[in-house]
């Protein structure tokens, strides 16, 4: 099993940057694929980012392409998610996902391949 907490939300001008963390426990982290979703109230919750195991493969939808990107430190059991350029609609709630894939570059991009869920951190943007 893998724990995750979420780190590094806040308040920020459109514009502006966030970098939010996701640290992981347990020893086998390397083995995880994770991801990024986000949930803004009254919206379902939506892929943010992907990465794969290695860290060989991510993946953006084309919301955030550009402006946001995914990195992991294996050493460190933590993933990121750089956020630049922030909008106003990427006010949500940002959860980061675990999953153990079956090949180390295999990427996880649906709600439902995710076994692992931190509790989330805030993002609000202000126009």
């Known amino acids: 099993q893998v724990q995750l907490v979420e780190s590094g939300g806040g308040l920020v001008q459109a514009g502006g940057s966030l970098r939010l963390s996701c640290a992981a426990s347990?020893?086998?982290?390397?083995?995880?694929?994770m991801g990024w979703f986000r949930q803004a109230p009254g919206k379902e919750r939506e892929r943010v980012a992907a990465?794969?195991?290695?860290?060989?493969?991510?993946y953006y939808p084309d919301s955030v392409k550009g402006r946001f990107t995914i990195s992991r430190d294996n050493a460190k059991k933590t993933v990121y998610l750089q956020m630049n350029n922030l909008k106003p609609e990427d006010t949500a709630v940002y959860y980061c996902?675990?999953?153990?894939?079956?090949?180390?570059?295999?990427?996880?991009?649906?709600?439902?391949?995710?076994?692992?869920w931190g509790q989330g951190t805030q993002v609000i943007v202000s126009s």
């Open positions: 990465i794969s195991a290695s860290g060989g493969n991510t």
């Open positions: 347990g020893r086998t982290f390397s083995m995880y694929a």
């Open positions: 996902a675990a999953t153990r894939p079956n090949h180390p570059l295999q990427i996880a991009t649906t709600r439902d391949e995710y076994d692992y």
